[in-house]
């Protein structure tokens, strides 16, 4: 069963590059879609974007001047880089995959990380 | 975007009770409606997608219907372990958004 863990910075500065990465256990990244998905402190969840296996990225248009997904088969890790963030970005952050057959169905998820934008 | 409501925002209900959440969608989504239960300090778990079809492992009790734009999720007879917050969220088309989410708790 494909288990998923978040990690990076549980602190970043205003103005900086938060960068965080899923690592993968339990199957392969072939053949998935692998998603991104934040929830600030007391409020719902926002999708920030997903990748395929072959490379291809769509974001949320909200975010996507921001972000960067990518994919790192020999690692089986997949990371995300939001830059230029501000208070409103503190959020726990969630990684989850997806399959071809419905990309937009996230299951399952990470167990989230914290990220406070504070300096 | 495709937006996404639920109705109520929260509510409180007894061990026992059948409970119904609505969820409406801004345009037609089909039948791409899926629902998450979170806890609090946990991640989501996948309940149902499709609308209707149950996600292995999730209690018969858990039931969802709808199709176009309104949806409903119901608890036949909800049990402890079944108070949480409840999202709906479209798979329908990018960006794939989540309703506010709507708390279920003990009266």
């Known amino acids: 069963q494909v288990q998923l863990q978040e990690s990076g910075p549980g602190l970043v500065k205003p103005s900086e590059t938060l960068s965080l990465t899923c690592t993968v256990s339990?199957?392969?990244?072939?053949?998935?879609?692998w998603t991104w998905v934040r929830q600030p402190p007391g409020k719902g969840l926002e999708w920030i974007g997903y990748?395929?296996?072959?490379?291809?990225?769509t974001y949320n248009p909200s975010l996507e001047s921001r972000v960067t997904i990518s994919l790192d088969t020999s690692k089986i890790q997949f990371s995300l880089k939001l830059s230029s963030v501000t208070a409103a970005d503190t959020a726990v952050y969630y990684c989850a995959y997806s399959t071809t057959w419905c990309g937009g169905c996230f299951d399952p998820w990470g167990q989230g990380t914290l990220v406070t934008v504070s300096s | 975007d495709i937006q996404m409501t639920q109705s109520p925002s929260s509510l409180s209900a007894s061990v026992g009770d059948r409970v119904t959440i609505t969820c409406r969608a801004s345009q037609s989504i089909s039948s791409s409606l899926n629902w998450y239960q979170q806890k609090p300090g946990t991640a989501p778990k996948f309940l149902i997608y499709?609308?209707?079809s149950l996600q292995s492992g999730v209690p018969s009790r858990f039931s969802g219907g709808g199709s176009g734009t309104d949806f409903t999720l119901t608890i036949s007879s909800l049990q402890p372990e079944d108070f949480a917050t409840y999202y709906c969220q479209q798979s329908y088309s990018a960006p794939f958004t989540f309703g506010p989410g709507t708390k279920v708790d003990i009266k």
């Open positions: 339990g199957g392969s990244i072939s053949n998935y879609y």
């Open positions: 499709a609308a209707s």
């Open positions: 990748i395929f296996y072959s490379g291809s990225t």
